[in-house]
């Protein structure tokens, strides 16, 4: 669902109101902002979306990330399965945190990971005092660029 107040100002409805005169429905604004999305988003000389940029170019855009499966090995060791904007879904094995905020019980964490072809990749979580991950964030994931 999308965040109305950030893509409707006071008076859209009346201002694009549909040829019979009616209000567009939330459908037809789901379809005006994906359609104004799809024209932000970076694509490759081929007219392909590049899903290797962190987009540095459109702060607007955020890629859609879908997690497949997840595996915990103990501690923070974790393994997600993921696919980026559709992409073949992938497997990022995180092993190493950084501890980033302590709120006594639970700490904030960003974790570190890399996939099958050496991509390094980031990820804030929570951790349990005694070292047992609590949560992740698979919104935050980000590739490293090197």
Request: a negative charge; hydrophobic letters at 25%.
């Amino acid at each position: 669902m999308i965040k109305l107040k950030k893509l409707l100002k006071e008076g859209h409805a009346w201002e694009n109101r549909n040829e019979n005169g009616s209000l567009p429905t939330l459908e037809d604004v789901q379809a005006a902002y994906n359609q104004s999305k799809t024209n932000e988003v970076l694509k490759d000389k081929d007219g392909n979306v590049r899903t290797d940029l962190k987009y540095k170019d459109n702060k607007n855009y955020q890629p859609r990330i879908e997690l497949k499966n997840s595996k915990s090995g103990g501690g923070t060791n974790l393994t997600i399965t993921v696919s980026i904007d559709g992409s073949k879904p992938f497997d990022i094995e995180f092993d190493e945190h950084e501890e980033t905020d302590d709120h006594g019980y639970e700490k904030a964490i960003w974790m570190f990971g890399t996939d099958d072809g050496g991509n390094e990749w980031g990820m804030e979580g929570s951790m349990a005092f005694h070292g047992e991950l609590e949560s992740y964030e698979i919104d935050t994931l980000e590739k490293e660029e090197n």
